[in-house]
Structure formats: C-alpha cells, structure tokens
C-alpha cells in the first residue's frame, strides 16, 4: 500500500480529548476519542497497512475541527459537509456511508439498518462494521442502538454515546 500522511489534532470535548486526523486535502481520514488512541492506530494498520501512515500534528485548526467546535456548540447539522475518506471493505464503507444517512435526533438498530442496505440477514456483520468505523460521531455510529431500544457497545464507552445522543436531543435516554 502507499504511504499515507495524516495530519493529527486534539479536540477538547465536553466527554474528552477527540483525536482528528486529516488528509493533505482536508478530508477526514479517523476520529476516536484519545482514551482509544491506541484503537485508532489499530485500525489505521488495518485499513492501510503496518507502517504505512505518518502522523504530523497540525498547527492550526483543519476545517473538520472547525465542524467539530461548531457541533459540540449546538449546530447539530455542522458535520453534515466533513468530507471524509476511509479504507475499509466495500462492504464496510457501504455500511459507513449508510451510518452518515441517519438523522441527527433519530436512531436505528442494527437490524433496521441492515435492511435498509437490502441485507436484512447481515445484522452481524452490520455491527461488525459499525464496530471498526475509523470516523466516529461525523459517521454517527453512536446512532446505532440494540432492537429494544437499549445503548449497545460504542468505542468510545456508553457514557459517551448517552452523551452524544442527548446532545443530538434525544430526551427518552435521560
């Protein structure tokens, strides 16, 4: 694979330090939560290779931290315009691309989901790929919620998607 060179910023966040990393072009590459830094990296290996991705912090804020700010502020809809780019199977960035489909201010189950894509037996592999999602919240897995309504696993810990989805407005999780 060829080398890839991101360049990293920390966000501070009212549930912890997020962790964006941005293409020479600006466009979203990953985003994790700091805490799971070492997931990202993970991940990164995955998706382009061991040793194939060079970190180089920013110096100044890209525009998706700019979004960021702007969501973490009240303007739910500012992540709408991040341009992202992931690796990842066709499979998985279907199911990515699926994800950036759900409203803020709504969920859906993994099983919804996976018909929605026209795959209503593939709840599992629906979920393994909302798991290894690289862009958390501007590819809102965190909108991705068990079949009794119930806050299933999230990457960056439940807290934080109870977190999430209040802030997007959702008043059944208080």
Not at 84 to 99: C, K, M, N, S, Y
Not at 147 to 155: C, E, I, K
Request: charge should be positive; glycine fraction near 10%; charged fraction near 20%.
């Amino acid at each position: 694979m060829q080398m890839q060179h991101f360049k990293r910023e920390y966000v501070p966040t009212p549930v912890g330090d997020m962790v964006v990393l941005t293409d020479g072009s600006g466009q979203l590459r990953a985003l994790d939560w700091s805490d799971f830094e070492p997931r990202m990296q993970r991940l990164l290996r995955l998706h382009y290779g061991q040793d194939a991705v060079t970190l180089e912090d920013r110096p100044t804020p890209s525009e998706v931290t700019r979004a960021l700010q702007a969501y973490l502020a009240g303007d739910l809809q500012a992540l709408d315009a991040v341009q992202v780019q992931t690796a990842g199977t066709p499979f998985q960035r279907e199911v990515w691309q699926a994800l950036r489909q759900i409203p803020v201010g709504q969920t859906v189950s993994y099983g919804e989901l996976a018909k929605r894509l026209g795959r209503p037996s593939a709840v599992r592999a629906v979920g393994l790929a909302n798991g290894a999602n690289p862009v958390g919240v501007v590819v809102p897995c965190h909108r991705v919620i068990g079949a009794n309504a119930s806050l299933t696993g999230y990457g960056g810990g439940l807290p934080r998607k109870r977190w999430l989805l209040q802030h997007e407005g959702h008043t059944w999780l208080t």
